[in-house]
């Protein structure tokens, strides 16, 4: 485990390197174009690596809990949380916005040329400046309520509000990167990758037992999920409160997203314990798949909700994003019905 | 054969005398509550009934077409189709509202009380009289874009459009009723109900090959459908189309209605060869429940794009009338998915 937590440690420090060297500092990147562009993907990629680590020694952190000072542990884990959270956004922003854009064109028809291709990264902040709803240079009829253009201008006020949010990821990363709480963070990274802060008891513990128990966390929480529901094809459960009052209409993908985390915290265990991370279980990576799929899915459903309430919007658009809507939310139950499929499948292969 | 025509057509003359006798002449049907209610229910009855002889008898003409007078025939079936087309657009109207208004509340999440219970039966004419987007007696939150208040608004809208369309369509079937082209298609009913017009060759002719020939156009049709993607649950393959530039978006339905109708005509064979309706496929009912249903939420989801497109409606009833388009489209995907499983259940049974 202390040779784990070390390599994790190590591939936090490259990547952090790697950052720094390929100018991901630079808080001129969200206008980076052409030129800079693998300095910008190098940055990105630096960015994904630093979270994975990150994850990965939070992860250890909680289900090896016993074997870890006690005070050091709980002081590590609030801040790896932290930023693998706030690193993250920027490249969630950017996904949801792929996601919706794809998905409004395969709804309008896949031959259709009325409705650009995604452009996320062409777009820049310039593009979320303009004003609501304006709308993007398409050729519209002169009938009213055309619902081609409604698919076009949903895009677009997707494409401007989050974009405007990924910029402020952007800069909230940015800043955090060049925190004295990202040093902090980054010095005892350092420290971890040469010395293993354990309990005196830890050279004796069964790791074994305690990768069982979060296993069995994993288990029991997919036991509470309606996985007999979920395995019916065309139940309309993830839509069902698609036009409820209730603000948060979707409590029930709650349950699905801890899932999601204890499977990815039972993964790690398992990483630990095997060594190589190369031993991946298909039916694991199938099931976190599914679970990840499900997790965009509901978000990006939520902003399309979201892009909905905004003042002044024309009913083609409403439209339109009430039908992008519904088909996000139809992925999620999609999401659901994979993740039945996968993990019913075959046994769970003992650790 | 011969006296399954005679069998239907008799129905069919029963049905007439019901329909007379429990007042569905009256062309104040439409306005009709409480006390009389009886009576339009038997009303309805009656013209389901005239429908199901009318499809029976035109069905028959069509299949064994060589054992009947041609000329007589020919002039038939066209005037049969008119009648059983003529009738059934009421029932029509009344059940894609109803399907759409309970959608509606679906989507709207069970406990709601919010939007109102569909009341189909009790909305009188004076409903389609208000103007477009009024929106119900609904207490509405003072914030902007309340989704909830859409999808009540939206199905107002619905309910006055579809009740519009349904008092023409009871109208339209009235006028029909009591038209000289009527009389002279009961006229030959009545004929047929005695003496059915058989050619010289008909008492010598095997029925089976032309049962089989039907049987034959039903399977060669469903061997063109996609039923290997409609066997893959949510292949989003219904909703691809949905926000299409195309006026009628999805020509991928046809292949589907018109096995409906070749599986309703290999039924009608059956039950000629097998004289009584009582020895049911089950798997030809689940089949032709799967189409039914997949016709219906067809035309509930090209009403709610309809009615999306009616001027000068909130973006909150716009977004409504979207995730409801959406929901129905996926209802059509669904239908494809259950006739997909009905129909590979088991082998074809002879006839």
Known sequence: ???????????????????????????????????????????????????????????????????????????????????????????????RLRRLLLALQRLSGSGSTVFPAPSVNS??????????DSGPPVQAGPERGNLTVGAAKAGALLERQLTLARTRAHSTALQALGSARFHAVADRVAVLASEVPLTPAAATTDLRPLAAAAEERLTNAIATLP????????????????????????????????????LRLHRYAREVLHGDADRVDVRLLAAGQALNRHRDASEAAAAAAQAARTPRIAPATAYALGVLHADQRLEVEAARFAFQQSWLKQPVSAP
Chains 1, 2 share one sequence.
Do not use: K
């Open 1 to 95: 485990m202390a040779s784990y937590l070390r390599a994790q440690a190590t591939e936090f420090l490259r990547a952090l390197r790697l950052h720094r060297e390929t100018g991901g500092g630079s808080p001129a990147r969200a206008d980076t174009r052409g030129g800079a562009a693998s300095g910008a993907e190098g940055a990105v990629d630096a960015v994904r690596a630093l979270r994975r680590s990150a994850r990965r020694i939070s992860g250890s952190l909680h289900t090896f809990r016993p074997l870890l000072d006690p005070a050091w542990s709980e002081e590590m884990r609030p801040e790896l949380a932290w930023l693998s959270g706030t690193l993250g956004l920027e490249h969630a922003c950017e996904a």
């Open 123 to 132: 777009t820049a902040v310039a593009g979320a400046a303009r004003s609501a």
């Open 227 to 262: 996985l007999l529901t979920a395995g019916h094809p065309y139940n309309a459960e993830a839509l069902i409160h698609g036009l409820s009052p209730d603000p948060s209409p979707h409590p029930q993908d709650g349950p699905w997203h801890q899932v999601r985390l204890l």
